[in-house]
């Protein structure tokens, strides 16, 4: 019997999950969107922004999308089963070509990329695929809570973090006057050339919250909500409770109105555990509201961008390089604009994302780069896969 191996369909899409895909391409946009923090921040709105980005940004969407990651994973590894194929060498191939994909996004658009994060932890997911919830739930909490606290610890208190480069560069970066001094700047400060100083804690935290996107798959959590209505209700009192408490603590250190040292070596453990539990608490939430009418007609244009959330992400790099930084002669606005003009213009370019991903979906199931990716991960030798 030969077993067609394609891409999802429309019908089989799970919406909420689409739609948190969406919510958290915003807040990786507000996360990630590069402004000058030496300009004063002098008008109210600005310190206002400033503290709520750590109290309800800050590392939250990039976890968020890290766990959706994790879910995305499970739901190809039953798909892959009931169809009776080869997972392990399918999505090796995947992750390989994912690699390549944040290599090219690496180097020539912009160094902060996560998806050769995604394809490193992706190999990974695969060694712990069959493990039960439990050690599942085990893992997690070693990887999220422990072991990222453990670096974090090391990388500040300790001084383990050092650069083979100057600095300075970091600061020269965005007002880098041709594209050619911006690719050999990103060259030097990007986190996989210095690998040994910068990679570790991102690789630890990222494949913690894949392996508790791969828990939620696991219990059904998107697919059962309504079965697991303690687990939703405990995230979101511990997630705006416990979370929100770490979440200012940790904008407490960024400020450096508390500083880590050795009797403080227990906060960071806190902190983190803190960040994890807010972002399950923001996707408690969605499931509390999603099958509701007025959360679909108010929040359904998430959902166009999380459908093509891979193009999408790309494009908000484009974003930065043609609006942002200097490098391109066009706009340069890194300098001339203020937190909150700033987060007013990726808002702006987000709802213009949203508008370009529904038209686009109007005539094709995905976005273009998904499209290429899947293409070539499905395709070839994976076309047709015959059962035993």
């Known amino acids: 019997m030969v077993q067609d191996f ?9 919406e909420i999950v689409d739609i948190l895909r969406g919510f958290a391409l915003l807040g990786v946009l507000l996360a990630n969107v590069p402004f000058d923090h030496t300009m004063m921040e002098d008008s109210h709105l600005d310190v206002l922004l400033s503290s709520g980005f750590d ?5 939250k969407f990039i976890t968020l999308f890290s766990m959706l990651f994790g879910f995305g994973f499970h739901i190809q590894m039953i798909r892959a089963q009931n169809r009776g194929v080869d997972f392990t060498g399918y999505f090796l191939k995947r992750m390989g070509l994912l690699f390549l994909i944040g290599t090219i996004h690496c180097f020539f658009l912009w160094h902060g990329d996560i998806l050769m994060s995604y394809a490193f932890g992706g190999v990974f997911l695969l060694v712990v695929k069959s493990w039960s919830v439990r050690k599942l739930t085990q893992l997690a909490i070693f990887f999220c809570v422990f072991l990222t606290g453990m670096l974090f610890i090391g990388n500040t208190v300790l001084g383990w973090q050092t650069h083979n480069y100057d600095v300075d560069l970091i600061r020269q ?4 006057e041709s594209y050619v001094e911006y690719i050999s700047i990103n060259f030097q400060i990007a986190p996989w050339i210095n690998f040994i100083q910068d990679m570790p804690v991102t690789l630890v935290f990222t494949f913690g919250n894949m392996v508790v996107g791969l828990v939620l798959g696991k219990l059904g959590f998107f697919l059962k909500p309504g079965k697991l209505k303690w687990l939703t209700n405990g995230f979101i009192i511990l997630g705006f409770s416990v979370g929100l408490l770490s979440s200012y603590l940790f904008h407490l250190v960024n400020t450096e109105r508390l500083q880590l040292d050795v009797s403080l070596v227990w906060l960071p453990f806190l902190v ?13 939430v969605f499931i509390k509201l999603g099958h509701t009418p007025l959360f679909k007609k108010l929040f359904s244009w998430f959902k166009y961008v ?3 959330a891979l193009s999408n992400y790309i494009l908000q790099s484009v974003f930065y390089l043609l609006a942002i930084f200097h490098a391109i002669d066009s706009y340069g606005l890194y300098g001339k604009i203020a937190r909150a003009e700033t987060y007013l213009l990726a808002g702006l370019f987000f709802a213009l994302q949203s508008f370009l991903s529904d038209i686009w979906l109007r005539k094709h199931h995905q976005g273009p780069i998904e499209y290429l990716w899947k293409k070539m991960s499905y395709g070839g030798w994976f076309k047709q896969i015959r059962n035993a």
Do not use: H, K
């Open 6 to 14: 394609n891409p999802i369909s429309d019908t089989s899409r799970i």
């Open 173 to 176: 970066f965005p007002l880098a």
């Open 55 to 59: 109290l309800f940004i800050n590392r």
């Open 272 to 284: 983190i555990a803190g960040m994890l539990l807010q972002t399950l608490g923001y996707v408690a």
């Open 306 to 308: 999380g459908r093509t």
